[in-house]
C-alpha cells in the first residue's frame, strides 16, 4: 500500500505487502523487498536495497547503495522461512554503502557513517552515532547516546553502556586465545572514553569516567577515572587532572564540559541530572 | 548460452559469449560482460557487475553491488586486447561491496565479508576467509585454510602459508624505506596466529606454530613456538605455556585443540594428520 | 547539452543543464543529476552517481557504484539552494565505491583507491594519491604530490604539504581530550614520511625531511631529519643515516634516491630542483 507517496524515482522496484508512509521519497532503481514498512517523511536514495521485513521509522534518510535488512546466514543455506526482521527507529541518518543485516533492533536518531557493516543480534540504543568504515560484528548491545567515530571495531559480545565515546580506530576484542570457540567481550561502561587506535583485550573493562590514551594495548581492567597509556597500557594519570589544551580549564569528567548533542545539551549535564533524579 | 536458468531479475545486462549454468539466479540489474561462465545453482545478487572474462564455479553465492573482474590499470590506459580473466573456485560465498580483480586465481569456497579488495595477481588456496574491510594489494601468495579477520591490509610480495591466522586489524608491510622500488614481503608459516591490531615489519618471517600478540609491532624474525609482544616487540612467552582463560588447558599449538571448518573437524588433528600421512 | 558524446549505457538518468564533453562514455545506470559537467574522454563507469553541480575535467575514469558531489548535512535538513560544488581536475582515476563530497576543490591527477571518503570543505593540490579505504574527514588542505596509501584517517583540520608519504594506516588526530569543541589539526611538512600505523597526537607537527616509524604514537613534534619510534615516540636515529636494505645506499632524504611519479621522474631532484630555481 503506497499512501500519498513522495516522489518515486525510475526503475524502482517494489514488493508485496509494503507500506510507504506519507511523502516517502525513493530515489531512482531503489529495490524494496516485500514486508517492508517505511515511516512517513523518509527518503530511500539510489541503488538502495531494503530487504524483506525491514521496519524504517519516520523522518529517516538513507543514503545511496545501501542495503538494509541483509541476509544472514541461514538464507543462504536455503533454509525456508528464515526471515529475519530489522527494526530501525525514526530520524535515521544512514549514509552511502552502508550494509545492516536483519534480526537487529536499533532505536531513534541512529547515524551512521559511510561503509558502514552491522552484523546480525545487534542491539543498539537511541542516538547512536557510528562513523565511517566501523565494523559493529553482531551479538553487542550497545547503549544510548554512544559515538563510535571511524573505523572502529566492535567484536561480537562486546558491551557498550550510555554515553561512552570511541575516537576512531579502536578495538574491542573477544578472542584471548585464537583460534578458539571461548569468546570473552569487552565492557565500556558509561562515561568512559577510548583514544584513537586503542586497543582493548578481551574480557577486560573498561569502567566509568576513565580514558584510554590513544595506542593504548589495554591488558587489565581500567578503573573510575583512571588514565592509562602505552603498550602494555599502565595508569599515567587521573582523569580529574587533565585540561582543555586551549582553556585551561578541567576536562573531564567530559559530562560537565561538553553538551553538543546531549540530553543536557541546553541547561548543562547538572542540572539536566537533577531534573532527571527529581522525575 | 543460458541453460534452464533459475531466475532472472528485472533489467539485467548479458552480454556475448556468457554461459549460466542450471539454475543460476541473477537479482535486479546484474551487469555479466562478455565471455563470463557461472556454474550451476550460482546466485548474484542485485547490482552487480561480473566483468570480461571471469570464471566463477558452481553453487557460488555473490552479494550486491559486488565488482568481479575489475579492471586493471592497462584498461585505463586503452590498451586493446587487455582481458585478464578472473577465476574463482565453487562454493564461495562473496558478501556485498566486494572488488576483485582480473588476473587472480582463488580456490574452493572461498569467503569474503563487506567491502573486501582483492587486487590482481592474488593467488589463494581453497577454504580461504577474508573479513570485512580487508585489503589484498595483489602480488600475493595465500595458502589453504587461512582465515583473515577484517581489516587486515596484505601488502603486495606477501606470503601466507597454510592454517594462519590473522586477527583483525593486522598489516603485513613491504617496503622498509618509503619510498622506495625495493620491496620486501613479509612470510608467515604454517599454523602461526597473528593477534589484532599487529604489524609485521617488512622482510620479516613469522615461523610455525607461533603467536604475535594482539599490538605487537614485529621488527625481527618470530621463531617457532615463540610468542612475542610489545612495540618493539619481545619474546614474552613459550606458545606451549599459554592456557584457554575457560578451561585452563592449553591452548597451543591450535590444531590440537581447535577443529572448527578445519579439515580435521570431526575426527581432530592428530587422527587427521595420521590419515594423511598414510595416503 | 551533448557534444559528440561517446557510448551512453542502458538505463542511464541525465538531468537538466548537463555538459557533456566529446567522447564522454556512460556505463549502464549511470545518473547524472543538473548542472553537471563533464570534460571531453571521461569515462563514468555503472551505477555511479554524480550529484548536482559536479565539474570534472577531461581524461578523468570514475568506477563503478561511485558517488561524487554527495550531499552536505544541509541537504538533509531541506535546506533550500543547498547546492555545493564539487571540482575535481582532469585526469582523475577515481576507483570503485569512492565517495566525495560537494564543496571541495582537488587538483588534476587525483587518483583514489576503492571505498575512498572525502568530505566537504577538502582542498586538495595536483597528483593526489589516496589508498583503498582511506578517510579525508573535510576541513583539510593537503598540498601537490602527496601520496596517501591505504586505510589512512586524516581528521579535520589536518595540514598536509607537499611530497609527503604516509604508509597504510596512518591516523592524524584532532582532538586533545575528546570529546570537546577545542581542535588542533596535525601538520605534516613537505618531504616528511609516516610509517604504517603510526599515530600523531592532535597539534603535533612532523617537519620536513623527518621519518616516524611504523607503529610510533608521536606526543611531541618531529624534528627535521629526525627519524621516532616506538609509543611514545622518541628520536631512534637521524634519517641521513637510513640504508636501503638492499642496495646499502643511504634512503633519505628520499628525494635524492627516488622519482617515480614525481615532477623530477627523468632528471632526477637535483638537476629539477636547479631548473624550478633558475625559472
Not at 549514509?95 to 533492533?105: A, D, L, P, V, W
Not at 547516546?145 to 579502536?170: C, F, K, M, T
Not at 583512571?226 to 578541567?250: M, S, W, Y
Amino acid at each position: 500500500m503506497v499512501n500519498k507517496p513522495g516522489k518515486i524515482g525510475r526503475n524502482c522496484i517494489i514488493g508485496e505487502d509494503v507500506i510507504l508512509g506519507e511523502n516517502v521519497c525513493l530515489g531512482h532503481n531503489v529495490i524494496i523487498e516485500d514486508h517492508v514498512r517505511l515511516g512517513d517523511n523518509t527518503v530511500i536514495e539510489e541503488n538502495t536495497i531494503v530487504r524483506g521485513g525491514v521496519e524504517l521509522f519516520g523522518n529517516s534518510y538513507v543514503g545511496a547503495n545501501c542495503i538494509l535488512g541483509e541476509h544472514l546466514l541461514d538464507w543462504h543455506k536455503g533454509t525456508p522461512n528464515c526471515t529475519h526482521p530489522l527494526r530501525i527507529g525514526g530520524h535515521a541518518l544512514i549514509r552511502s554503502h552502508t550494509t545492516i543485516y536483519g534480526n537487529s533492533e536499533i532505536g531513534e536518531h541512529l547515524q551512521t557513517g559511510h561503509y558502514v557493516s552491522i552484523r546480525e543480534n545487534s542491539n543498539l540504543g537511541n542516538h547512536v552515532s557510528v562513523g565511517n568504515y566501523s565494523d559493529i560484528q553482531g551479538e553487542v548491545k550497545i547503549g544510548n547516546y554512544v559515538r563510535l567515530h571511524s573505523n572502529d571495531r566492535i567484536e561480537q559480545y562486546s558491551q557498550i553502556d550510555d554515553y561512552v565515546w570511541l575516537a576512531p580506530g579502536v578495538e574491542l576484542c573477544n578472542d584471548p586465545t585464537p583460534p578458539s570457540n571461548d569468546m570473552m567481550g569487552v565492557h565500556i561502561h558509561s562515561f568512559a572514553v577510548v583514544g584513537a587506535k586503542a586497543l582493548i583485550l578481551p574480557g577486560r573493562e573498561v569502567k566509568s569516567d576513565s580514558l584510554v590514551a590513544a595506542g593504548a594495548v589495554v591488558t587489565k581492567d581500567v578503573e573510575p577515572f583512571a588514565v592509562v597509556g602505552g603498550n602494555p597500557a599502565k595508569v599515567i594519570a587521573d582523569i580529574r587532572d587533565i585540561k582543555n589544551k586551549k582553556t585551561g580549564e578541567p576536562a573531564y569528567p567530559w559530562r560537565y564540559h561538553f553538551n553538543r548533542a546531549m540530553p543536557w545539551d541546553e541547561i548543562g549535564y547538572e542540572v539536566w541530572a537533577l531534573a532527571m533524579k527529581a522525575q
